[in-house]
């Protein structure tokens, strides 16, 4: 705790420089809404968070709540639910907390890893500002990402050093239980301080593995029960759902792409996305061509600059499982690129000062010679973090509440039957039930699976039934 105070003292200027960026620009979620997409199962109609019954505190212990085993998320909504009941602006703040707090972890972790105060600062303030994160900030269920983020983060602060100890070891495994028992993605951990310990620390694999085991151990377990919770598929999409892992990672090949397109450039960024997956045959072959020469390229030269290898096998290790090998009903979302944008952005700005340094060397580049290294990465920086960050306000205000939403939703991704299905939902919801119906009936005529079929028949037909029993009829 005092190595900690003694830190903050040292860095206060850069982590003042968060904390009032971050709530500059996302305070407005304070005034958001809960929206009709998870948020009611997790919160709305959750009876594990209604009391503090021993019942209860053994069924957030205990049960999967929407598919997923997370108790300390749940828990934290069990103490919210406490503190303010349902006062949506209460979740959020949480949210914006986390964030924040994790940017203020990414910062530590990179200024350390880097021994760059400006590139750390840098990395940190575009993974707080990048439009992608809005999802997982403003929306009230990603909390299980945010929070197992924090402990991540938390954990790879005790792992990745140079210098560390068993102390640092111990408390390290802390953090990844902890993390586990907020979302399974937190397995990655393990793997991921491997990668370090032979890429960069030069230890060897047999030694870094041993260190491993007790970490891997958890990970396997919850592994384990996480599959157990997930007995059903519903909403989503579901397309891919039993699709061979051939056929899963030739689309995933892909879908990397895309997911370096949208942390370099992003537009047109929506809740639920529809990527092709017929008729691409030749996108999957120049795909898998241009990520084996990344790699090759990477590891050609990870005796001399080890960053671009160990930051691909990062973000591949934190994309991993959301990469379908493990079936979920999303192909590719905003948020599983939230915490993959850091070793993303460290990669993109060793290979950009590799690139100058090497264009500075030549006769060409004698006009720009004069000019500092850090002058040029700081315009670069705050160019770039200013774009993000205008874009984040911009698609901001879509997370308001359900109708602006689906509202989007419909006009980004209108083949995607389950919009249209939540978009009928929220009509519903406002009152304005017999706009519902011809939503639903009109997806119907998008051809959609039987799932959704038969959830959109069901709902055509007690809407129906109601506007029939109704007393204005």
């Known amino acids: 705790m005092q190595s900690f105070v003694s830190w903050l003292k040292v860095n206060r200027w850069e982590v003042l ?7 500059a620009v996302y305070s407005p979620v304070i005034r958001f809404e809960f929206l009709n997409w998870d948020d009611t199962w997790y919160i709305i109609n959750n009876e594990l968070i209604q009391s503090w019954s021993f019942q209860g505190l053994y069924g957030i212990a205990t049960e999967p709540v929407a598919r997923n085993f997370a108790p300390l998320t749940i828990f934290t909504f069990l103490i919210e639910h406490t503190l303010w009941g349902m006062w949506s602006g209460g979740y959020h703040l949480t949210n914006l907390a986390l964030h924040t707090i994790n940017a203020v972890f990414a910062y530590a972790l990179l200024r350390r890893l880097t021994g760059s105060s400006l590139l750390a600062w ?8 990048h439009p992608v994160q809005v999802e997982t900030v403003a929306w009230v269920s990603s909390r299980k990402s945010l929070l197992s983020a924090t402990f991540m983060l938390a954990s790879c602060l005790c792992w990745l050093r140079p210098d560390r100890t068993s102390r640092h070891e111990g408390f390290g495994t802390l953090w990844l239980i902890l993390g586990l028992l907020s979302k399974a ?15 960069i620390a030069r230890r060897s694999f047999a030694e870094s593995f041993a260190k491993q085991v007790v970490p891997m151990f958890f990970s396997v377990l919850l592994i384990l029960v996480t599959m157990s919770a997930q007995t059903t598929i519903v909403g989503g999409v579901r397309g891919h759902i039993g699709a061979s892992k051939l056929w899963i990672l030739a689309i995933d090949s892909t879908i990397l792409w895309r997911y370096v397109a949208m942390s370099l450039y992003p537009t047109n960024l929506c809740v639920l996305y529809d990527p092709a997956t017929t008729g691409i045959a030749h996108w999957i072959a120049l795909s898998l061509l241009g990520w084996g020469g990344v790699g ?24 991993f499982p959301v990469l ?6 999303t192909l590719m979302n905003d948020r599983y690129l939230y915490l993959p944008l850091i070793p993303f952005f460290v990669g993109v700005f060793n290979v950009a000062e590799v690139c100058w340094t090497k264009f500075r060397s030549t006769e060409w580049s004698s006009a720009v010679r004069r000019i500092p290294n850090s002058a040029i990465a700081v315009t670069f920086g705050v160019v770039l973090c200013g774009l993000y960050t205008f874009r984040t306000l911009e698609y901001l205000s879509v997370w308001t509440n359900p109708v602006t939403l689906w509202n989007y939703a419909r006009q980004t991704t209108p083949s995607l039957p389950v919009v249209q299905i939540q978009w009928a939902i929220t009509l519903e919801s406002e009152g304005r039930r017999d706009l519902a119906i011809q939503t639903l009936q009109k997806a119907m005529e998008q051809n959609p699976d039987a799932g959704d079929a038969e959830r959109i028949q069901s709902k055509i037909d007690l809407w129906s039934a109601q506007e029939t029993t109704s007393p204005e009829s």
Do not use: E, K, Q
């Open 296 to 319: 090759l390229w990477t590891y050609r030269i990870r005796h001399s600059n080890p960053v671009p290898l160990f930051c691909l096998v990062t973000w591949l290790l934190l994309l």
């Open 17 to 23: 420089g968060l904390l009032c960026g971050i709530f």
């Open 122 to 129: 840098t990395v940190s303030l575009i993974f707080a500002m």
């Open 185 to 199: 993605s937190a397995v990655v951990v393990p793997p991921i301080v491997i990668a370090y310990d032979v890429l």
């Open 324 to 329: 379908n090998f493990f079936p979920i009903t």
